[in-house]
Nanobody
Framework: QMQMQESGPGLVKPSQTLSLTCSVSGRSITTNCYYWSWIRQPPGKGLEWMGAIDYSGSTYYSPSLKSRTSISRDTSKNQFTLQLSSVTPADTAVYYC??????????WGQGTQVTVSS
């Protein structure tokens, strides 16, 4: 029913900006209650919540990543985006977009591998 699909380059060079888009189908990203999130998992590490944008456009960020993370949305395309600046090899991970909404819980897309390398 509702699907989320991550897209963007699989390879980013150090110091550049990582940009990913999450395309949402089956549910408007402006629907009340919904928070649209980015999560990542580096190899051998646990999941890390990066930030979110809610149904009204308000943004929230992990304190450890706030200085170089930006989340935005395009409601006409029903998409939200992630920009992570000044990347290093430590940012290599599988990146997921997901959604939260109270009792509806959490759901996420299939993820996309991003490698930071020169």
């Amino acid at each position: 029913q509702m699907q989320m699909q991550e897209s963007g380059p699989g390879l980013v060079k150090p110091s550049q900006t990582l940009s990913l888009t999450c395309s949402v189908s089956g549910r408007s990203i402006t629907t009340n209650c919904y928070y649209w999130s980015w999560i990542r998992q580096p190899p051998g590490k646990g999941l890390e919540w990066m930030g979110a944008i809610d149904y009204s456009g308000s943004t929230y960020y992990s304190p450890s990543l706030k200085s170089r993370t930006s989340i935005s949305r395009d409601t006409s395309k029903n998409q939200f985006t992630l920009q992570l600046s000044s990347v290093t090899p430590a940012d290599t991970a599988v990146y997921y977009c997901g959604r939260e909404c109270g009792t509806l819980g959490f759901a996420w897309g299939q993820g996309t591998q991003v490698t930071v390398s020169s």
